[in-house]
């Protein structure tokens, strides 16, 4: 995983992964035919009827060939057959098209209090 994060630019976190497998339903990787880590995808939840999508990754040297669209979809479809009703994702507006046209989610009305000081 740090070496996928590191792959974009994206700064990764030692520990990361022990503190969110346990608020994780489950995650979607994408290997290349060398076994490269090459997409990535949390499926966090609450424990109940609602998932949200985390830390979607696609490495840098691997993005528009459709290894996001398919690590979500198969995120999708896990988060459904697992009983979840609702699955929802956060995004920067320079990801519009990718979740909203290519994945499939519909825009919604949200709010969001920014917790911590900074950029």
């Not at 630019?9 to 346990?22: D, I, L, P, Q």
């Not at 909203?100 to 009305?109: K, S």
């Amino acid at each position: 995983m740090i070496d996928l994060v590191q792959s974009h630019g994206g700064a990764a976190e030692t520990g990361w992964w022990h503190r969110v497998k346990r608020h994780s339903l489950g995650w979607v990787a994408a290997r290349d035919a060398a076994g490269l880590l090459v997409g990535f995808v949390n499926v966090a939840w609450d424990g109940g009827v609602h998932a949200f999508l985390l830390d979607t990754k696609t490495r840098g040297t691997h993005q528009h060939h459709g290894i996001g669209t398919a690590v979500v979809r198969l995120a999708v479809e896990r988060a459904r057959a697992a009983g979840c009703e609702w699955l929802h994702v956060d995004f920067e507006p320079g990801l519009r098209r990718f979740y909203l046209d290519a994945c499939g989610f519909r825009p919604t009305e949200a709010g969001l209090i920014r917790l911590a000081e900074g950029p």
